[in-house]
């Protein structure tokens, strides 16, 4: 063989002629020997050899040209799955990225990028700054760069693999496709380097990471968007379609589900793939469940576990102040009760089933749809629910919403705060009689005289009223004021048809707020009757427009 014969291979390959005479030099004659000196990241140790020798060998490799096999023949053969399986597992390559890692460049490699470690943790454990950990990790990620670079060919060997999955591609489904070809050795006999009990594959998707990272796709190396989802989720048994899905959940969409949970003990899966914008229920089972909720049947999700249940939330709170006042309650009327404790933000609570789950995992006791409560409970009631109960005692079992007002407005308390109390407190429950409506103490047994009491005393605050209605589609309510209404803003509604809520008070055409109709009476007419200096004795006249739904309060002189 002549000269130029014995070195044909490397003179003709496309690099600097410095390179090849570093090469030459170093006894290397063959591509494959170059190849197999390459693997071994030695150049380093060669005098003269430097950064653009070292670039020229880095593109040779993102060629390809260094990538084939020599058969008995010393003839050149294009690589095959057969023949790459036995050249390459994934935790020789493993091995191969990691080779120039000091024991302690991979130790804080570990603890910073797979156990989360942040700097201060690291520098404490090996008594240096923070600063000197970060030079430390920064060559280790430089060694790290470097080796996946020369490493091209057999990165996107396996993610070629993870691609011929298709559908099927979950990250638990790629890494048993690895050991089917037997690219992925099943213990750690074989791993020469301390991982500290991580996986090679674990490792490789993190090195995957790091090319997105890096923006390293010019090298020929290109994670397909959902790999690279999957591998940024972290989560080894969602598929493509259930990775996109969760990917697309913003964190404010994982607080209004946690919210929902939270106050009503539940989500439904119809509400959920509204949010999901997604109609398959395996999906949002999947999701769900990985997001830490638990599926009570398929057609509710609620809390997993008593742990994730945190005491403080509006359901424990609601039952404790019912179960204050009454231990033990009918499990429906405690769930009416949480019902109107959260009426503010939702229109009612998750179903029966799924509240005994959510009660039993808060610690109450359920027996024969009685719910106890075993544990100490103090009073824990607002300054406003205590003036109820104080007001039910003055004057009996069941109160109206006028002398819940007048109550309140004696006791030094606002008139909103009656109003909150009356229809959201868990403690309070509304009764209706002979078209009246009337609020007791939840879970106290009424008698037949409680009812004709508190109609005797309503009955005696009933007006004399005028109503006109006219052509105009206007209805006119004319009364004149006695009692606490020119301080509280309330008047029996009387012979008024049902005008429902959401009436805009208006006074000369400035808003004084809506109007709120709870019957028999109506409410929120105080700042009206401030504005217009309404006193006891006045005669007022309302005119309700229907077609504007405003109701124009006018004092008559």
């Known amino acids: 063989m002549s000269y130029s014969e014995e070195y044909y291979e490397i003179l003709n390959l496309p690099i600097s002629i410095r390179t090849k005479n570093l090469i030459l030099r170093s006894g290397i004659r063959t591509k494959k020997q170059l190849y197999e000196r390459l693997l071994k990241n030695s150049f380093f140790e060669i005098k ?31 690589p095959t799955e057969s023949n790459l399986n036995k050249d390459l597992s994934l935790g020789d390559l493993v091995n191969i990225l990691f080779s120039k ?31 000197r950990i970060r030079q430390i990790e920064k060559k280790a990620n430089r060694k790290l760069i470097s080796a996946v670079l020369r490493e091209a060919f057999y990165i996107n060997k396996f993610i070629k693999i993870a691609k011929e999955l298709k559908e099927e591609l979950t990250l638990s489904r790629w890494e048993e496709k690895l050991k089917e070809k037997q690219l992925l050795d099943e213990t750690y006999s ?18 995957l990471l790091l090319i997105e990272k890096e923006n390293l796709q010019k090298i020929k190396i290109e994670v397909p968007e959902h790999i690279d989802n999957l591998i940024r989720l972290n989560r080894w048994d969602l598929n493509f379609e259930e990775s996109q899905v969760l990917l697309e959940i913003s964190k404010e969409i994982k607080r209004t589900i946690k919210k929902k949970i939270k106050s009503t003990g539940g989500i439904s899966t119809s509400e959920l793939k509204k949010i999901f914008k997604n109609n398959n229920y395996e999906i949002i089972k999947t999701i769900m469940l990985d997001l830490g909720w638990y599926a009570i049947d398929k057609e509710w999700f609620t809390f997993r576990d008593k742990d994730q249940i945190i005491q403080q939330n509006p359901i424990f709170s609601a039952c404790i102040k019912i179960l204050y006042m009454c231990n033990p309650i009918k499990l429906d009327d405690l769930i009416d009760g949480v019902r109107r404790h959260i009426s503010r933000f939702y229109p009612a609570t998750s179903p029966t089933n799924v509240m005994k789950y959510v009660l039993i995992n808060l610690g109450f006791d359920i027996k024969e749809d009685q719910v106890f409560y075993s544990g100490s409970i103090n009073n ?4 406003g629910e205590n003036a109820f109960v104080s007001l039910i005692h003055e004057n009996g079992n069941l109160l109206s919403l006028y002398e819940i007002a007048k109550g309140f407005i004696e006791k030094g308390f606002s008139l909103p705060l009656a109003s909150r109390i009356a229809k959201l ?16 103490l939840r879970g106290i047994d009424l008698l037949w005289e409680d009812y004709e009491n508190a109609l005797s005393r309503n009955t005696r605050l009933d007006y004399d009223t005028k109503i006109v209605f006219s052509m ?45 109709v709870e019957y028999p009476y109506m409410w929120g007419l105080k700042k009206a009757f401030d504005h217009i200096k309404v006193q006891d004795g006045d005669t007022i006249k309302l005119i309700f427009s229907t077609l504007s739904k405003t109701v124009d309060v006018f004092k008559e002189i």
């Open 48 to 78: 003269g050899f430097g950064p653009q020798s070292q670039k020229d060998l880095e593109e040779l490799l993102y060629s390809g040209l260094l990538n084939s096999i020599i058969d008995n023949d010393g003839k050149n053969i294009k």
């Open 101 to 131: 890692f000091s024991d302690r460049e991979l130790s804080i490699f570990v603890m910073r990028n797979l156990c989360g470690c942040t700097l201060q943790n690291v520098a404490d454990k090996y008594n240096v700054t923070r600063e």
């Open 190 to 207: 074989s791993y020469i380097l301390d991982f500290q009990g991580w996986r090679p594959f674990q490792l490789f998707l993190y090195i």
């Open 380 to 383: 824990i009631l607002s300054g």
């Open 425 to 440: 407190s868990p403690i309070v429950e509304k009764i209706e009689y002979k078209h009246h409506v009337f609020y007791k």
């Open 472 to 516: 105009d589609a206007s209805i006119t309510y004319i009364s004149k004021i006695r009692g606490m209404s020119s301080l509280t803003g309330v008047l029996p509604i009387n012979k008024l048809p049902n005008l429902g809520d959401g009436w805009k008070i208006l006074v000369n055409n400035n808003n004084f707020g809506l109007l709120d």
